[in-house]
């Protein structure tokens, strides 16, 4: 079946500092992955996705590649802010698009 | 950005009260979803439909039930809330042949 494997938190980290979260799935065909993060009180946002494998998601400094040969989808960023304060979740949709399976979150806290 | 809706933002109800929570997309989706996040922050499928008329129960056993009358409204309702229905109910919605999901700004329930 399908699942994903994400990184236990939560992470504290310096400003500017490198951050990694770890993400692994497990899945039948060529799923779609998917970081999203959610900020204190809100519902969940799309920060980036990758559809086959050796794409690469970005957006706003963040950036995750689809490794199929190790099933990863590691985030990255080179300098995180207070503001990148929050619970990050890598997910995967099945082929069809009508299942999406999320990691249990990371709470990532960034200090000045 | 997504157009997807949620009210009440947030809900204190005592034992025993029936209440509906609303969610509606402004996006022509098809596919709606609803999720309940632990205190963990880890997401759980409870109800999802692909269309009007169309509903169907998730992964985690739920006491809620849902209605599809329309495609841009997907209301939950539990007919006697429970202290162990206390969390944070979020609200999604998804194209037809489409991989990313949008989600809504949540409802924190709490029951007294």
């Known amino acids: 079946g399908n699942s994903v494997t994400q990184m236990e938190g939560p992470v504290t980290l310096s400003e500017e500092a490198f951050l990694t979260i770890n993400c692994t799935y497990t899945a039948t065909g060529y799923p779609s992955l998917f970081w999203y993060v959610q900020y204190p009180g809100e519902g969940l946002q799309l920060l980036l996705k990758a559809t086959k494998a050796d794409d690469k998601g970005s957006n706003k400094g963040f950036e995750a590649t689809y490794r199929k040969e190790t099933t990863s989808f590691h985030l990255e960023k080179g300098s995180v802010q207070v503001s990148d304060s929050a619970v990050y979740f890598c997910?995967?949709?099945?082929?069809?698009?009508?299942?999406?399976?999320f990691g249990t979150g990371t709470s990532l806290t960034v200090i000045p | 950005e997504a157009d997807i809706y949620q009210t009440p933002r947030y809900l204190v109800i005592g034992t025993g009260k029936k209440i509906t929570l609303e969610c509606s997309q402004t996006m022509g989706h098809d596919k709606m979803y609803w999720y309940q996040q632990d205190p963990g922050m880890e997401l759980h499928l409870i109800h999802y439909?692909?269309?009007?008329?169309?509903?169907e129960k998730g992964d985690l056993s739920s006491e809620s039930t849902v209605s599809r009358i329309r495609t841009e409204h997907f209301p939950l309702t539990l007919e006697s809330a429970r202290p162990s229905h206390t969390s944070q109910y979020l609200c999604a919605s998804s194209a037809v042949n489409t991989d990313t999901q949008y989600f809504g700004p949540g409802t924190r329930l709490t029951v007294l």
């Open positions: 439909s692909y269309g009007v008329n169309s509903t």
């Open positions: 997910a995967l949709s099945d082929v069809g698009g009508n299942q999406f399976y």
